[in-house]
């Protein structure tokens, strides 16, 4: 049973550019997170998606960051224009459901990003 | 609204023992413990759901005081595959989904 999958694994934009991760939960899971991740520090929430809905997406800047699961396909979180602030790991995480044992978040390998 | 995690950073010989702790001020759901090594992604050690629930996986253990908002990672007879940072996720009692993560804790075990 194949883990939560994120490709591509490293990404270099230049500023301006745009930036798209991807995200294939793992099998069975219908729930999607994204977290971001600075250099020595912590996970901070972005967005919680169900398929073809976006649940929570208090964690996400106003501007320029998107997000979206479509009923068919990988969960994909898209950041336009790209500012050197940016650059951080992205993680993706998945659950079976949001109750109980149900609420276990897997995560993915992550995708880091360099703005250059 | 983000947990407390202490201590910031530990080292221990390998076979020594550590605790972990991670405290909140907001009512809690769950509490989720993970180890994250350099470069890698957080790795699942195991979830908290009830108040005073303990539970445990090989040499890691952990307790959930669900009235003081209050979780415990033990760590027993510590192996060099111990070593990583620690996090606490913490999901709120208000029906949000989301985890809140701590600041981690840091552990080295040395030989």
């Known amino acids: 049973n194949a883990g939560v999958m994120q490709n591509p694994r490293h990404l270099v934009r230049r500023r301006g550019q745009e930036a798209r991760l991807r995200c294939s939960p793992m099998k069975g899971h219908s729930h999607v997170y994204w977290y971001r991740q600075l250099p020595e520090e912590g996970l901070k929430f972005m967005v919680y998606?169900?398929?073809?809905?976006?649940?929570?997406e208090s964690g996400m800047p106003k501007e320029r960051f998107s997000a979206e699961f479509p009923k068919e396909g990988p969960s994909i979180l898209r950041i336009q224009q790209v500012v050197r602030g940016d650059s951080a790991a992205y993680f993706c995480?998945?659950?079976?459901?949001?109750?109980?044992?149900?609420?276990?978040?897997?995560f993915g390998p992550g995708t880091r990003l360099t703005v250059l | 609204q983000q947990p407390v995690q202490s201590p910031q950073a530990v080292i221990l010989r390998e076979g020594e023992d550590a605790v972990i702790n991670c405290s909140s001020s907001?009512?809690?759901?769950?509490v989720h413990w993970y180890r994250q090594k350099h470069g890698e992604a957080p790795v699942f050690l195991m979830i908290?759901?009830?108040?005073?629930e303990q539970k445990g996986h090989e040499k890691i253990s952990a307790s959930f005081n669900e009235k003081k908002q209050q979780s415990s990672l033990y760590l027993t007879a510590s192996q060099l595959s111990y070593s990583g940072t620690y996090f606490c996720?913490?999901?709120?009692?208000?029906?949000?989904?989301?985890?809140?993560f701590g600041s981690g804790t840091r552990l080295l075990v040395r030989p």
């Open positions: 995480a998945s659950s079976p459901g949001t109750s109980g044992k149900g609420n276990e978040q897997f």
């Open positions: 998606l169900q398929k073809e809905n976006i649940i929570d």
């Open positions: 996720g913490t999901r709120l009692a208000d029906s949000s989904y989301k985890l809140i």
């Open positions: 907001k009512a809690l759901y769950s």
């Open positions: 908290l759901l009830k108040g005073g």
